[in-house]
């Protein structure tokens, strides 16, 4: 057995599109996947961009709201799931601090198995 850790302090900075926050990677696979556990301190944001691929964000921690453009903001907490299609512009914000595992893949399909938030 092995234990390896995700925690912010195995992670690294990451200000691209003025965002503020630290992402530990956890898996790169040999198909285009890639899954990271973001780590958002007080105030902390991933910048407005746009999706290179699917992308399908996982609160493990906290709260916060997040966005795209074509919808208002909308608040997420820990046990949502947020999914953005390759090329939706988005981003993320906290006041308290949030953390998310953030998986990166052609092959995302969530609603097969995660049903919709009432």
């Keep these: 057995m ?7 302090e195995s992670g690294k900075s990451i200000n691209h599109f003025d965002s503020n926050f630290m992402m530990s990677r956890v898996v790169v696979t040999d198909k285009p996947a890639h899954i990271g556990c973001m780590h958002l301190e007080s105030n902390g944001i991933i910048g407005f961009h746009q ?9 493990v921690n906290g709260q916060g709201w997040v966005g ?8 997420v907490a820990v046990g949502d799931a ?10 993320a914000q906290t006041d308290a601090g949030m953390t998310a595992i ?17």
């Design 2 to 8: 092995q234990i390896y850790r995700f925690g912010r």
């Design 51 to 59: 999706a290179t691929s699917p992308q399908l964000l996982l609160v």
């Design 68 to 75: 795209c453009d074509s919808e208002d903001k909308v608040h």
């Design 82 to 91: 947020v999914f953005w299609e390759k090329g939706e512009w988005h981003e």
């Design 102 to 118: 953030v998986i990166e893949s052609d092959e995302l399909n969530p609603a097969r198995f995660m049903p919709n938030r009432e």
